[in-house]
């Protein structure tokens, strides 16, 4: 019988049971890919991280949602480098430390802030953002159950990658974002014919006096009826928002998950004028919630 060790870490919180949980191996060698997807299966949760020996980096990582794998995720990594922070496998040297993680869309830099022997921040930089297709806002507005007049028309919705494709929708307020009523089905077909991942819908401010977004995080591909808190997506929210000049600021605090019942908060960083964004940085903190054994 094979052994793993497994943790389940709630990332962009500092709250047990908030945020958006994620399950780490920290040491995958030996699994096959087959396997890792029906670990990620039978974790049940938006991704499971599984940690492998790199030629090209410190550690190279492997994200699966229960459907499939993704090349780049925010969470699985704010949860992976907190994990091997706190199993001694990343050091720190004055409160801070730093990593190279390899996935497939290439060789991306980590970076870890704590206090007083307390992880307190992860920062993982993204790849330069791609802004892709646009979409009329009558074809966006029904697949969420919302009128034209809900969505902000001055800006298009918008697929935008910074690693992974995703769909980039501003409305108008947080009372729009209460009102969703997602066509799973319609959605679906969208991002078949429109060739993104999933759909990120966000607005301006947020709960928080501090928020300057609140989103909420759709991904039919991925099996997720509606994601806690996505980091990938907030980052390419963050570079649309500077792209499109709806915020001239590229340093802002973000919310998701309070709608469905896991408030989250992290912080974007958009680096590079607004015509040529070079990448973004979005981070936040995390804690571990349980440490068990997967026995195959």
Known sequence: MRRYTVFQVDAFT????????????????????????????????????????????????RYFTPATEIPLAGH??????????????????????SFMMELSV??????????????????????????????????????????????DTHHPPQVVSTGTPQLMTLVKSLDVLKRIQLDWHGLESLCQRGEFFSAHVFCLGGFGPNADTHARHFAPEAGVAEDPFTGSASGGM????????????????????HLCGRPGEGDVEVIGPPQDIQTVKIGGPAITVMRGELML
């Not at 709250?15 to 096959?32: E, S």
Request: hydrophobic share 40%.
């Open 106 to 151: 290439g060789v991306l830099p980590v970076e870890i802030s704590s206090r007083e022997g307390n992880i307190t921040h992860v920062v993982m930089t993204q790849k330069k953002p791609v802004f892709g297709r646009t979409f009329e806002h009558n074809e966006i507005a029904p697949v969420f159950g919302l009128s034209i007049d809900d969505l």
């Open 238 to 257: 963050g570079a649309y928002l500077v792209h499109h000049g709806v915020k001239p600021d590229p340093r802002f605090h973000i919310e998701q998950g």
């Open 76 to 97: 699985p990594t704010i949860s992976t480098a907190h994990v091997l922070v706190e199993e001694g496998r990343i050091p720190l040297k004055d409160g801070q430390g």
């Open 14 to 61: 500092t709250q047990p049971l908030q945020g958006n949980p994620c399950a780490v191996l920290p040491d995958a060698r030996g699994l096959t890919e087959a396997e890792m997807q029906a670990i990620a299966r039978e974790m049940n949760l938006s991704e499971t991280a599984f940690v492998l020996p790199s030629d090209k980096a410190d550690f190279r990582f």
